[in-house]
C-alpha cells in the first residue's frame, strides 16, 4: 500500500504519549478507533490500552506485555519501537493525521468493492448504489460495519447500556420521547433504531398525531425529518402553528383572524423558523430515495433524532410479485435504515376498507398485513416428519413455530421453508374454491393463488382459470411408527373391516388373497385365532380378542385403534390416521398397495383404437378419499376425486367417492410403484405393457393457454422469431390463431425452452407445479379465519394447493388509531341522506364535541407490553393530548376471540377526511 495512506512513525509516538502520559488516553480513545491504525501490532495494543482503562489498571509497559500475551499478540521489538519513539505534547495534529489516513485507506477499499461489485459481481445498479452510500456513511460517520462482533464487544456494550439505564433511575423514558406521557409509559419511548408502524383508517388523525410528535421534539431542540407524500410542506406547517398557537386550522386557512391572533401567529411562526424541521414534499419515494436522502440529511444534521414517512402505500417499489411485496421490503429497508442511522422511523400506513366490515371496526394486527386468510381446518404439512395440523393448530399452539413446510420457489420447484408465525385474522366470509382434480379449500376473497401471470386474488379468479397445485409433496421421511404388518392390517380394516361398539370385530372381502393376509398379521401382531366364515362368493374373517375380556380389559385391536387415535366407526366416516402421513414412502406404497386391494379397481376395457386402463379407489367417505389423494401425491401420483351417485330403483342411497389415476405417466407410477396386492394386482405387467404402446395425450395439468400471448411471445420477439417459425422448430404444422387455444403441456414447454432461451419458460417447463383448473367458487359462511407467514417465499401448500401468504411487518411497534365517534358520525350522516332521499325527515342524533375520545392501540411492542393508550383528540386545532387517569380500554388482541364484543353494525361507510 502507498506510504501516503499510512505513516508508522505518528502511529508510534500517539502509543508512546499514552504510555508516557496515560491521562490522555480517555480523550484519544474518543477520537480514535483501533482500526484507524495501519500496523496490526498497534491496533493491539490500542485494544489492550482500552482494556487497561476499563479496568482501572496502569498503562505501563509490564501490564500491556501482560494483556498482549494473553492475546497472544506480544512482539518484543515493536513494543520497543513504540517505547523509544519521541513523546509528544500535540497531541491533536497527530491524531488527525491518523485519522486522515485510515478515511483514506476506507475510501480505497470502497473503490476495489465498487469495482468488484461493479464488474465482477455484476450487482444491480440500486444494491451498488445502497452499498457504496452505506459505506460512505459509514466512513464519514467514524464507524465500521464489521461482518461480526466478539462476545467481549458484545457484552461490554450491553454492560454500558445497563449502566445507562441504571443512571436514570426509576424514569420510564429511556428512548425518545414520544410527546406523550400515557404512551411513554407504555413504550419507555421510541428506541433508536425502532422502526414504528401507526396506522389507521382514513379520518382518524394519524397525520395529526405524528405531527403532534414532530412538534414536541423540535421544541425540544432536536431534528425532525419528513417525508410528505401526500400534503405539501404548507400544509404540514399550517396544523403545526394551528397546534402550537391554539387558533382553529379553519380560521388559518382563511386568514380569518384577530389582530390578537394574528400576534400569537407571528411570534409563533418566527419561533418555527429556528426550529430544526426538514420535509421532503416531492410526493414520490422509493426505499432509495428515502435511504439517500436520509443518510446526507443525518451527516449534515446530527441532531435528526426522528424520521417519518406519511404513508407506506404511496411510496413506491420494484418488486413485480404484487403490492405485498412491495410494502413488505419497504418496512424491511425502513427497518434497516432506522438501526443504520440509529433513530426512530415513524411510517404511516392506510388501512383497508376490510376494518369496516366487521362489527368490532378496532383495528388488529392482521388489518395491517395486506393478505386474506384460510379457514381453521386448512391443512398444513410439516415437511420434516409428515405431520399435519389444522391452521387454527398452529395458532394455537405457537411452540410448533418455527416449522417447515413446503412452498413453492421463485423458479417454481416446491421445496421446504420455514413457517415465522401462525395468527388469527378475524371472522370473515370465507368462498370454497374447488379445482378439476376434486381438491377444495375455504379462504377470503382477497386470498390470492398463483396463475401463470402471478399471484391473483380469489375475487378476481374465474372458472376455468388454472392456478397451481404441487405435482408431488417430496418428504424425506425415514423413521416409520408402524411396522409392515401394522400397516398391511390397518389398510385392510380402513377398506374393508368392520370394528364397530358393541360388534364382533369381522373383515370381508372375495379375494383368499386377502382373506390369508388379514389372519396372518392378526395373528403376528395381537396373537389373534382368526375364524373363517365363507358366505356365497366372498369370505369373512372374524377377529376374536386371545384373551377372556372384562369391564377393565380391553381387545387387542381396540386399544391398538385408540393408540392410533383411530375411531372406531361405519365405513362413510372412515379416515387414515396421521401415523400413516408420518410414515415414510416405502411405508406409504405398502399401505396403498394393500388399501387398493379392498376397495380400489384395477381394469382394463378393449376400445377400437387402443385399451382403456381404468384405476380407481372407492369409498364412501370424503375425508377417506381426500387423504388417498394426498397420499397418492406423497408418491408424484396425480389423481381426482369426484362423487359418484348411488341410485338403485329410483332411490338414492349414500354417495360413494372415486379417487381415479389418470395419464399415461400417473397410471405407470401407479403401476410400478404401487399397484394392488392379491388378484387385483396380478396383471401390472400387462397392463404396463398396454401404456407402453400408448402415445401420451396430456389433457389435464396443462400450462394455461395465455402463455402463448404472453411468456412465448415476449420471448420469440426477442430473437425475432415468427409463429410459423416457432411452429417448425416445435416440429408442427402452423395452424394461426387455433395455435393460442390450447393449454401447453410441460414436454412441449421443455421444446420451446430449448430454443427461446428464456428463463420463464424454462421454469415452467421444468417446474414442480400442476395446474389444476377451477371449475367452482361458491360462497361459504362468515366463519373464523387464519393465515401464515413463510419466509422468503411468503406463500405455502394448504390443502395441496398452493396459497399465498401474509406478509410480517418488521416493526418493533406498531399502533392504531381508533376514533370511535368517526364512526358514529359517519354512520348518523348515512341514516340522515337515506331518509332524505327517501324523502323522510330525520333527526341527526349525533352531538358534535370539540374534544373526542382516541384509542391508540399498541398491537405490536417488540420490547414491551401491548395495550391501549387513551389520548383526547381537539378537533378545532387537530391536536392530540394526553387523556386524564390510566385506566385502558378493553382491547381484544388478535390471538385472542370473543363474539360478544361490540355488536354495533354501520356496514360499510364513508369517512370524512381530516
Known sequence: MSENMFNLNIERAVLSAIMFDPQIFEEIASKLEPHDFYLPFHQHVFVAMEDLSREDKPIDEEFLKTKLNATKNYDEVALLDIMTANAISNTHAYIEEIKSRSTKRALATLATTIKKVTIEDDLPTDEIMNLVEKKLYEITQNSTSEDFRESKEITLSMIEEINRLKALGNAKLLGIDTGFRNLNDKTQGFGKGDLVIIAARPAM???????NMTQRAIERGEGVAFFSLEMPAEQLMLRLLSTETSIPLQKLRVGDLTDEQWSRLSKSADTMA??????DDGGYATIHHVRSKLRKLKGQHPEITMA???????????????????????????????????????????????????DNKRPMLSDLRE???????????????GKRYRIDELVENKNLLPMKTKSMDKDLKVNSFTITNAFFSGEKLTYTLTTKSGKTINATANHKFYRVDGWIRLDNLKIGDKIATPDRVHLNVEKDTLCDNELILLAHLLGDGSILKGQPYHYTNEDMQNINVVKKVAKELFNIDARVVQQK??????????????HNKKHPITLWYERLNIERVRSYDKRVPDVVFESSN???????????????????QKQKNRNKITVYYATTSYILGKQVQSLLLRLGIISTIREVKQIKEDKEYRSSYHISIQGKENLENFLNNVGSFGKRGENSEVYLRNLAEIKTNPNNGCVDKMVWQTHIKEAKDKQNFSWRVVCEKLKMSYCGSTLFKSGISKERMQKLAEFLENKKITNLAYSDIYWDEIISIKENKKEKTYDLTVDSVHNFVANDIIVHNSIEQDADIVMFVYRDDVYREAAEKEKEMKAKADGKDYENKFQNKLEEDTELILGKHRNGPTGTVKLIFQKQFTRFVDAPGENDYPIVHESEYNENIDNRDMGNINLPII
Open 537 to 550: 362368493t366372498w369370505w369373512h374373517v372374524y377377529l376374536p380378542s386371545p384373551y377372556h375380556l372384562t
Open 205 to 211: 388523525g394519524k397525520t395529526s398525531l405524528v405531527l
Open 371 to 385: 393478505s386474506g386468510c384460510l379457514s381453521g381446518d386448512s391443512i398444513i404439512v410439516d415437511s420434516k416428519n
Open 586 to 604: 416405502r411405508a406409504i406404497k405398502l399401505f396403498l398397495k394393500h388399501l387398493w386391494a379392498t376397495d380400489g379397481s384395477i381394469t382394463i
Open 274 to 279: 429556528t426550529r430544526k424541521l426538514f420535509v
Open 308 to 358: 417519518i414517512i406519511d404513508y407506506l402505500q404511496l411510496m413506491s417499489g420494484d418488486n413485480k410479485e404484487g403490492r405485498q411485496q412491495v410494502i413488505s421490503e419497504i418496512s424491511r429497508g425502513l427497518k434497516q435504515l432506522a438501526r443504520e442511522l440509529q433513530i426512530p422511523i415513524l411510517a404511516l400506513s392506510q388501512l383497508n376498507r376490510g376494518v369496516e366490515s366487521r
